[in-house]
T-cell receptor, first 113, second 116 residues
Framework: DAKTTQPPSMDCAEGRAANLPCNHSTISGNEYVYWYRQIHSQGPQYIIHGLKNNETNEMASLIITEDRKSSTLILPHATLRDTAVYYCIVRVAGGNQGGKLIFGQGTELSVKP | GAVVSQHPSRVICKSGTSVKIECRSLDFQATTMFWYRQFPKQSLMLMATSNEGSKATYEQGVEKDKFLINHASLTLSTLTVTSAHPEDSSFYIC????????????FGPGTRLTVT
């Protein structure tokens, strides 16, 4: 079973920041928080991941609370092409199975003009 | 960046026949590959984990004799759906890991299987 809880859907105005929350209250100390997104009828795309520090890359920022029980993915300036289902996943990195991903239902983000 | 391809992108087959889907890592060696299935309006469901040169590990409820996985090289894994039925119609997606450690999985574009 997925270990994360996300709102099923969210809307965001084009050009504004999209803040996608995720609860992972049972996360273990060796589990990372990963974010992927899936545009309709395509394979998922990696966005960002982190352990306990906040992370930023060219796509997004990841804010993880101090107790690590929740996180927020921030798309700073959403565009129409960011419309997708966003998945928050907790995962143990490495190991014999390379850290398999268990997908929950995700958040369907609709960016509107 | 790392690229994973799948072939074919779409396939239509008749009930009772078998169909093979290929997953290739184009610019890296994948020690581990994963196969997922996704039904319309649903999330991805992990089917199996495949390591090069060894038998695949199937998730609970996935029939290993129906979904044959072969990971013969570090750049190729295949999924064969045997004796396909209409309920096997789905979007099949593979992903690949470069190896152990803190690294992301790279996903293929998916294969749409329709069984008539």
């Amino acid at each position: 079973d997925a270990k994360t809880t996300q709102p099923p859907s969210m809307d965001c105005a084009e050009g504004r920041a999209a803040n996608l929350p995720c609860n992972h209250s049972t996360i273990s100390g060796n589990e990372y928080v990963y974010w992927y997104r899936q545009i309709h009828s395509q394979g998922p795309q990696y966005i960002i991941h982190g352990l306990k520090n906040n992370e930023t890359n060219e796509m997004a920022s990841l804010i993880i609370t101090e107790d690590r029980k929740s996180s927020t993915l921030i798309l700073p300036h959403a565009t129409l092409r960011d419309t997708a289902v966003y998945y928050c996943i907790v995962r143990v990195a490495g190991g014999n199975q390379g850290g398999k991903l268990i997908f929950g239902q995700g958040t369907e983000l609709s960016v509107k003009p | 960046g790392a690229v994973v391809s799948q072939h074919p992108s779409r396939v239509i087959c008749k009930s009772g026949t078998s169909v093979k889907i290929e997953c290739r890592s184009l610019d890296f060696q994948a020690t581990t590959m994963f196969w997922y299935r996704q039904f319309p309006k649903q999330s991805l469901m992990l089917m199996a984990t495949s390591n090069e040169g060894s038998k695949a590990t199937y998730e609970q409820g996935v029939e290993k004799d129906k979904f044959l996985i072969n990971h013969a090289s570090l750049t190729l894994s295949t999924l064969t759906v045997t004796s396909a039925h209409p309920e096997d119609s789905s979007f099949y997606i593979c992903s690949a890991n470069m190896g152990q450690g803190d690294n992301e999985q790279y996903f293929g574009p998916g294969t749409r299987l329709t069984v008539t």
